[in-house]
């Protein structure tokens, strides 16, 4: 059974810094490209970092860049996210996820297993 378990989020001041740990439990971790996605209220799921299966190439949305950084531990099955100078426009639950073929994808589609979330917020 795969499971995707998200922690560390919470309550931060803006120019704080949060890190978000993902456990995966799927035999085909060490393949699989691993993301990380947020959904603030009232908005659609979107696209924040990705990693590829080795952890040699990263990508990230915009809005993060440069104060995000998203790294893998393929001997313990995990992905962290790294958020530095947080905004409060970074308040949302944020997810991790696990896409089983293909590049790095920027589309929550392109996603198969996904874990249940965890919310960060970010006060003014």
């Known amino acids: 059974q795969v499971q995707l378990i998200e922690s560390g989020g919470g309550l931060v001041q803006a120019g704080g810094s949060l890190r978000l740990s993902c456990t995966v439990s799927?035999?085909?971790?060490?393949?699989?490209?691993m993301g990380w996605f947020r959904q603030a209220p009232g908005k659609e799921r979107e696209f924040v970092a990705a990693?590829?299966?080795?952890?040699?190439?990263?990508r990230y949305a915009d809005s993060v860049q440069g104060r995000f950084t998203i790294l893998r531990d393929n001997a313990n099955n995990t992905v962290d996210l790294q958020m530095n100078s947080l905004k409060p426009e970074d308040t949302a639950v944020y997810y991790c996820?696990?896409?089983?073929?293909?590049?790095?994808?920027?589309?929550?589609?392109?996603?198969?297993?996904w874990g249940q979330g965890t919310q960060v917020t970010v006060s003014s």
């Open positions: 799927i035999r085909t971790f060490s393949s699989n490209t």
């Open positions: 990693i590829n299966s080795i952890g040699g190439s990263t």
């Open positions: 996820a696990a896409k089983l073929f293909g590049a790095m994808g920027t589309q929550w589609p392109e996603y198969k297993y």
